[in-house]
């Protein structure tokens, strides 16, 4: 099911980085990453289990968010990639999140820029991003990809959800 779209790009090379979809051994550094949200982290198994739903959704999805692996280190530094989130598989959003050691080094805006690339080639002609109005670092990295703030909403906690939104 890719609703009239091409299946996206899961193999995609940038300058520094490799974009991948995601393998079940990546369930090993994925729990890490989420350690650093300041939540408890997923036992390993709960992490696999999500590892693959995460892969076996952006099979019969055709978008998907990619795993990044730095092409010189050859360690996995995060993930980038399209998810639904908060809008729409025809318009889908972009979504990353790196580890906090190598934040400030302008990765995710390299693997965003190449996800637009590959956004774009399945045809789509809009992407949102949903990100919290205290997030500063994820606000400068859309500013830097073209993306431009269009709305809020509100979560039950009071929290203002930033719209922002590209057209490809
Ligand atoms: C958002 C995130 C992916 C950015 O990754 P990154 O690789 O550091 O991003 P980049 O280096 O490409 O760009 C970050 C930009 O934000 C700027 N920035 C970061 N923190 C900042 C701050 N507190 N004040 C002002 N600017 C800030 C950086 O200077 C840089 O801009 P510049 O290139 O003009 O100097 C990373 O911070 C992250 O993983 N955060 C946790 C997860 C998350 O919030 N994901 C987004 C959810 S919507």
Same mark, same amino acid.
């Given at each position: 099911?890719? /609703?009239?779209?091409?299946?996206?790009?899961?193999?995609?090379?940038?300058?520094?980085?490799?974009? /991948?979809?995601?393998?079940?051994? $990546?369930?090993?550094?994925?729990?890490?990453?989420?350690?650093?949200?300041?939540? $408890?982290?997923?036992?390993?198994?709960?992490?696999?289990?999500?590892? *693959?739903?995460?892969? $076996?959704?952006?099979?019969?999805?055709?978008?998907?968010?990619?795993?990044?692996?730095?092409?010189?280190?050859?360690?996995? *530094?995060?993930?980038?990639?399209?998810? *639904?989130?908060? /809008?729409?598989?025809?318009?889908?959003? *972009?979504?990353?999140?790196?580890?906090?050691?190598?934040?400030?080094? /302008?990765?995710?805006?390299?693997?965003?820029?190449?996800?637009?690339?590959?956004?774009?080639?399945?045809?789509?002609?809009?992407?949102?991003?949903?990100?919290?109005?205290?997030?500063?670092?994820?606000?400068?990295?859309?500013?830097?990809?073209?993306?431009?703030?269009?709305?809020?909403?509100?979560?039950? $906690?009071?929290?203002?959800?930033?719209?922002?939104?590209?057209?490809?």
């Amino acid at each position: 099911m890719t /609703s009239g779209f091409s299946i996206m790009d899961f193999e995609i090379m940038t300058e520094r980085l490799y974009l /991948s979809i995601w393998e079940e051994s $990546d369930a090993f550094w994925y729990r890490e990453l989420v350690g650093e949200r300041g939540v $408890d982290k997923p036992t390993l198994e709960d992490a696999r289990q999500h590892v *693959i739903s995460l892969r $076996d959704r952006a099979l019969e999805s055709g978008i998907g968010a990619l795993t990044i692996r730095r092409k010189n280190e050859g360690d996995m *530094i995060g993930y980038c990639g399209l998810i *639904i989130g908060r /809008s729409t598989i025809e318009e889908p959003e *972009i979504a990353y999140e790196l580890f906090k050691s190598v934040h400030g080094k /302008s990765y995710a805006t390299e693997a965003a820029s190449a996800i637009i690339e590959a956004a774009g080639a399945t045809g789509r002609k809009r992407l949102w991003a949903t990100v919290g109005s205290w997030n500063i670092a994820s606000f400068r990295v859309l500013e830097k990809i073209g993306f431009i703030r269009h709305h809020s909403t509100w979560k039950e $906690d009071g929290e203002e959800v930033v719209w922002n939104m590209r057209d490809l």
